[in-house]
């Protein structure tokens, strides 16, 4: 699959989620494409979580991602299956604003209340367009990735940076940076290069083409 030229539509339910699941990618693709990152609650309702909207800007800037391609939702961390309709008809007009070629968003294997319910709403949103699954490790359970890009050893570094910019989640177990670059490597070893992203295939619409 060649990402070169393409929209590219980033959803994310909080802000890290992208940086987690395809921040290496995220990296490499940044100068090269249209990209857009969305995150669906900026976490202010929790008072642990006030400083984590500046820390995704500044994580995001490390990656190469200006603010104008940054947006929030206004929606409410661990309640978004109250607000399917809601997010649906958000997807929706992304759609029409941004018209993506290509869409990364959560895992189907993803537990996570938050992360499951925009999944479901981003293939109802977004049908007729490839949608891939990133693993968030804290949450997703049985993930394998079945879709490797292979990212390279500056993308790896500026991923590890970029989460290295999360000061409230320092002690959390899967900001480690040894835990973030050793799932490169294994998904590297998959594809059978040094370093690569894995991510789950929700859906696949291709094109023949001479």
């Known amino acids: 699959m060649n990402f070169f030229g393409?929209?590219?539509?980033?959803l994310g339910?909080?802000?890290d989620d992208i940086e987690l699941g395809c921040g290496a990618?995220?990296?490499?693709i940044a100068q090269k494409t249209d990209v857009l990152c969305v995150t669906l609650s900026d976490n202010k309702k929790n008072p642990d979580l006030q400083d984590v909207k500046d820390e995704h800007l500044r994580s995001?800037?490390?990656?190469?991602?200006?603010?104008d391609k940054i947006s929030f939702g206004t929606f409410h961390t661990?309640?978004?299956p109250d607000s399917r309709q809601e997010i649906?008809?958000?997807?929706?007009k992304l759609r029409r604003d941004f018209k993506p070629d290509l869409i990364f968003t959560h895992s189907k294997q993803d537990v996570h209340q938050d992360h499951n319910t925009m999944t479901e709403e981003a293939l109802r949103a977004f049908?007729?367009?490839?949608?891939?699954?990133?693993d968030v490790v804290r949450s997703t359970y049985g993930f394998f990735p079945h879709f490797m890009v292979e990212v390279t050893e500056d993308d790896v570094k500026k991923k590890i940076e970029a989460l290295a910019q999360y000061e409230t989640y320092r002690d959390r177990y899967y900001f480690n940076s040894e835990l973030t670059r050793s799932i490169m490597v294994r998904h590297g070893a998959l594809a059978e290069v040094p370093f690569a992203e894995?991510?789950?295939?929700?859906?696949?619409?291709?094109?023949?083409e001479g």
């Open 6 to 10: 393409k929209k590219v539509l980033f």
């Open 25 to 28: 990618l995220l990296h490499q």
């Open 198 to 208: 894995g991510f789950d295939i929700l859906r696949i619409v291709g094109r023949f």
């Open 78 to 80: 661990r309640v978004f």
């Open 127 to 134: 049908r007729g367009i490839t949608v891939l699954g990133f």
């Open 13 to 15: 339910a909080h802000p």
């Open 60 to 67: 995001m800037q490390i990656l190469g991602i200006p603010k």
């Open 88 to 92: 649906l008809e958000y997807f929706l």
